[in-house]
């Protein structure tokens, strides 16, 4: 049975950071398409960033050179560090997995929650100005 757990949210002032973690469970880190994803209140949920077996990463605009996305194998943990955070990131993160990954022009897509079969109960990162 394949389960995601996410930590190391919190609440931080803008500028700060935090890192987020997703221990997995029940599969193969390795062979599978890892992304995190956040929602805010009143909004949809939104892609973040995607990793794939092969080390292919995508960012939203919104986070890139701000964000990064890792994962270490050997721990199947998946990592988000958050740089330069905003109000605006403010948000329920949630991590999610999946056999399959999407490209679109020879380029991992910007992952879409139909795209991901499992996922994680989500953390909480809260942004203050």
């Known amino acids: 049975q394949v389960q995601l757990v996410e930590s190391g949210g919190g609440s931080v002032q803008s500028g700060g950071s935090l890192r987020l973690s997703c221990a997995a469970s029940g599969y193969s880190h390795s062979s599978y398409c890892m992304a995190w994803f956040r929602q805010a209140p009143g909004k949809e949920r939104e892609g973040v960033a995607a990793i794939d077996n092969d080390g292919s990463i995508r960012y939203a605009d919104s986070v890139k050179g701000r964000f990064t996305i890792s994962k270490d194998n050997a721990k199947n943990t998946l990592y988000l560090q958050m740089n330069s955070l905003k109000p605006e990131d403010t948000a329920m993160y949630y991590c999610?997995?999946?056999?399959?990954?999407?490209?679109?022009?020879?380029?991992?897509?910007?992952?879409?929650?139909?795209?991901?079969?499992?996922w994680g109960q989500g953390t909480q990162v809260t942004v203050s100005s």
């Open positions: 999610a997995a999946d056999s399959r990954a999407y490209y679109s022009g020879g380029y991992l897509r910007l992952p879409e929650s139909a795209d991901f079969g499992y």
